[in-house]
Structures are given as C-alpha cells and as structure tokens.
C-alpha cells in the first residue's frame, strides 16, 4: 500500500519500498513513480495524464523517502538545490560488527564498474574515480550488529553500500558488498530516513522524517 509521507501543491514525498523502483523499468514491479501518478489522479480527480518529476532516486534494495515534483517549476529548483547539495539526506543501516568510533568520516574515491553494476572504493585519488563522503553515528547494537545514521555529503551509486563495507561494516543482507548472508527479495537494511531543504517556492524549512530502521532479524 502506498505511503504518502508529505505533501504540498508543488512537492510529494513516499516511501519506497524495498525492490521496487523509483521509475519503470523493464521486468520489474510496479514503480513508485507510477503509484505516486495514480495517487495524485485518484484524489484530485485529474483528467488526463498526470504530471510528476523525478526528483532523486533509491537503490532498488533500499527504502526510505523519495521526493517527486508536482509541477516543472518545483523540479526546476529542486534539481538545482540537489546539485548545488543544499539537501540534508540521513540514512539508517544495521551493520555487520561495530565501527572502529562512535561518530567519524569515511572519505574514499569510488570507481564504477558498470557492466557488473558494482563500485569500488580507494583510499586516495585514482584516475577517472570520484570523491565519496559521508558522516556516520553509532546509534545502537545488537549482539554482533550496530545501527548507523550517515549523513550523506556526496551522492554517489552504491556509496554507503561500498564504504560501509570498507569501513568492516558491511549492511545487513548485502552481499554485493560482504554481507554474510542475503534476505529475501533482495532487501538490504538501509533506509533514507530523512531529508531536510528549504522549500523551492515557499522559501520554509521542510523537514520530512520517519522512524527508526528495525532490526531486520
């Protein structure tokens, strides 16, 4: 069932659940874009094709928020406050073991490999790698396992993915990147929790949250 998180007459956000996409592709389960579309038909009554822009996007095995545009306007200035990363984007994850600190900075340049859609991270500059960043908060542990918050401060494909795994701290259920195990449905225990921006239209402060990540099991 589709979750409306938030919403004004220029932006939606939703949850995206884990193995669906933001956007159609082919052979997969219906899309969050597509679910958003007929939300939006349904209850306003919209003849005709209804308009949503793609803002950002998600893994397919992550969940979390993800924001839309209703209107070109609002995609406009929100592709330029995301490229100009003056969004606040925090994640939460259930790791494998424990963080060497409390709170620290994981910096690495990451290089893709796009023929087997996988990244790998360097501790220094390499050619034709790009610089990754993120902030990271033990929150809890469980036995042999820790809840991380990170602040992502770059976007990069598979970021937290690879340097939480360089780190020691693989997520639970992602072997792609040394997990020990894998879940069904190919979930991992990630989700964008959080974003934070200054409206694009209105100019007030959002701030869209939801609850912590659970332990998976």
């Not at 938030?6 to 995206?16: G, R, S, T, V, Y």
């Not at 209107?71 to 994640?91: C, P, W």
């Not at 340049?109 to 033990?138: G, V």
């Not at 190919?186 to 959002?206: G, K």
């Amino acid at each position: 069932m589709l979750r409306i998180l938030w919403e004004d007459n220029h932006l939606i956000a939703a949850f995206k659940k884990s193995g669906q996409t933001v956007q159609s592709e082919p052979n997969k389960p219906a899309a969050l874009e597509l679910e958003v579309k007929d939300y939006i038909k349904e209850k306003y009554q919209k003849p005709g094709a209804v308009y949503l822009g793609v803002i950002h996007r998600l893994d397919m095995p992550v969940e979390g928020i993800v924001l839309f545009a209703k209107t070109s306007k609002a995609l406009v200035r929100m592709n330029e406050i995301f490229q100009q990363r003056k969004v606040r984007k925090i994640y939460q994850a259930w790791v494998h073991g424990k963080p060497p600190l409390k709170s620290g900075n994981l910096l690495h340049w990451l290089k893709r490999d796009e023929h087997k859609n996988y990244t790998k991270a360097y501790q220094s500059e390499i050619k034709n790698a790009e610089r990754a960043e993120l902030n990271y908060t033990l929150l809890d542990t469980k036995a042999q396992y820790s809840l991380l918050e990170i602040e992502l401060l770059s976007g990069r494909k598979h970021q937290i993915r690879v340097q939480l795994s360089s780190m020691g701290c693989p997520i639970l259920g992602d072997k792609k990147y040394g997990a020990l195990y894998a879940y069904e449905d190919n979930y991992i225990a990630l989700q964008a929790c959080e974003l934070a921006f200054i409206h694009p239209v209105s100019n007030e402060n959002i701030h869209i949250k939801i609850e912590n990540l659970l332990f998976p099991g």
